[in-house]
């Protein structure tokens, strides 16, 4: 259903159109950048990577690089302030867009941009180890791989189910002048397993997915799990504030990153039973 053309094309529905699935297959494309990044290049395409092309002697590498730190960390913040800024209700109300059909395809598509820049603006922080695949010890390689298969299939799976929610696959039915519809709480999988699917997968990903953690990738896991976690509060604070006590109930039946206890039980989150009037 993602490529289904719609019916009347007027310039504001084509655009939200496009953008949305322009933005969907530009995710698709900067999954691979960002994995050949991780890897280092594997196959030498001449494609940014996380740590140093080439590691040098202990006695004249740089262990490390203030400079290069700095760089990466105001790359990183540029991105935040897009990529959590533009999310926020008062940011979309500003810009006009908060309930516009351009609303979610012009975030997804100016997000994609974003991340795809950071890995270009990426400087390795050292220079005195740089990870290979094929150097990576057979058992650990696998139980990574494990990690890395499930949590990106399952993004991907994600992206499959809900690509309204992600890229705005069909926002472009506002400009017709339908009314929006109602904002709700999710309670189907993978809600129901955490709160944040998608972020929890990407940390599983970043922490154990990848067997390498060399001075550049803990610097970049170090960098962007306090952006999650700062923005995962300010999303939560929001999704408080529109959905008020049933997401209040909501968190209370599911964890944020990590399943709670009862999920492994059978327990499902449910929507709170409603008042009975007196």
């Given at each position: 259903h993602f490529f289904a053309k719609p019916k009347k094309m007027s310039a504001v529905k084509v655009l939200s159109y496009v953008l949305a699935r322009l933005s969907l297959v530009g995710t698709m494309v900067y999954f691979g950048l960002f994995l050949n990044f991780l890897l280092n290049d594997p196959f030498r395409l001449g494609l940014p990577t996380m740590d140093a092309a080439v590691a040098l002697p202990s006695n004249r590498c740089t262990r490390f690089d203030v400079s290069s730190f700095v760089t990466n960390a105001l790359a990183f913040l540029a991105v935040a302030l897009q990529h959590s800024g533009m999310a926020r209700p008062a940011v979309k109300a500003a810009l006009g867009l908060k309930g516009h059909a351009l609303d979610r395809p012009v975030y997804a598509s100016i997000s994609v941009v974003m991340f795809t820049g950071l890995l270009w603006l990426w400087r390795p922080i050292?220079?005195?180890?740089?990870w290979e695949v094929l150097h990576t010890d057979p058992v650990v390689a696998a139980l990574c791989a494990a990690v890395s298969v499930?949590?990106?299939?399952?993004?991907?799976?994600?992206?499959?189910?809900?690509?309204?929610?992600?890229?705005?696959?069909?926002k472009h039915r506002l400009a017709g002048g339908g009314p929006a519809p109602r904002p709700r709480v999710i309670y189907r999988w993978p809600y129901s397993m955490v709160r944040h699917p998608t972020t929890?997968?990407?940390?599983?990903?970043?922490?154990?997915?990848?067997?390498?953690?060399?001075?550049?990738?803990?610097?970049?896991?170090?960098?962007?799990?306090?952006?999650?976690?700062?923005?995962?509060?300010?999303?939560?604070?929001?999704?408080?504030k529109e959905f008020g006590p049933e997401y209040k109930s909501y968190s209370e039946q599911v964890g944020k990153f990590f399943p709670h206890p009862r999920w492994f039980l059978g327990h499902r989150a449910s929507p709170p039973k409603p008042t009975p009037a007196k």
């Open positions: 050292s220079d005195c180890s740089r499930a949590t990106l299939t399952t993004i991907l799976v994600f992206f499959y189910l809900l690509p309204d929610h992600i890229f705005g696959t069909s929890a997968c990407f940390l599983y990903f970043f922490w154990m997915g990848i067997p390498s953690y060399t001075a550049n990738h803990l610097a970049f896991n170090v960098i962007i799990t306090a952006y999650i976690l700062v923005a995962t509060d300010w999303e939560e604070a929001d999704l408080h």
